[in-house]
């Protein structure tokens, strides 16, 4: 015959009141699953943050080609606009160049120098009027780094 749950005398030998539940929750088995799992995930994120293996590209210094056709712009200090060696009075002059330019069958890169100091300002006209003339290839110059 089956033994009944709540029995009497079964409570009375472990010091527990007839019929009383015991209300207390073992946390041990959970912490030991706590501490497996922090285990774990210690030991896998630093395998997680570097899987991923990629060729980054090297720092090079590459010589500035100057091609015969390349035409060369630059921006002084000041915000002067010089269209290779001689300077251009104002932006419609360049741009009515630069069109002249882009009219060709093979358009030339323009190459772009502004001065370390220049105001952005400079630069950024010169490359609108680059775009709204339509030229396609566009570079800016600079001067590579101090080699340690």
């Known amino acids: 015959m089956a033994k009944p749950l709540f029995a009497p ?17 073992n946390t041990t088995p959970l912490v030991d699953v706590m501490l497996v799992l922090l285990i774990i995930f210690l030991i896998t994120i630093p395998v997680v943050t570097s899987a991923v293996k990629l060729a980054l590209p090297q720092d090079r210094v590459v010589p500035s080609q100057n091609r015969p056709g390349s035409i060369v712009i630059s921006v002084d200090q000041q915000g002067q606009v010089f269209w290779f060696d001689s300077r251009v009075p104002d932006i419609d002059t360049l741009a009515r160049r630069l069109r002249a330019v882009a009219a060709d069958v093979h358009q030339p890169e323009v190459q772009i120098r502004g001065d370390r100091l220049a105001h952005f300002e400079g630069v950024g006209r010169v490359l609108l009027a680059c775009q709204r003339a339509g030229i396609s290839r566009v570079s800016f110059v600079t001067a590579p780094a101090a080699l340690n």
């Open 9 to 25: 005398q079964d409570a009375m030998q472990d010091g527990v009141q007839d019929g009383a539940l015991l209300a207390g929750i």
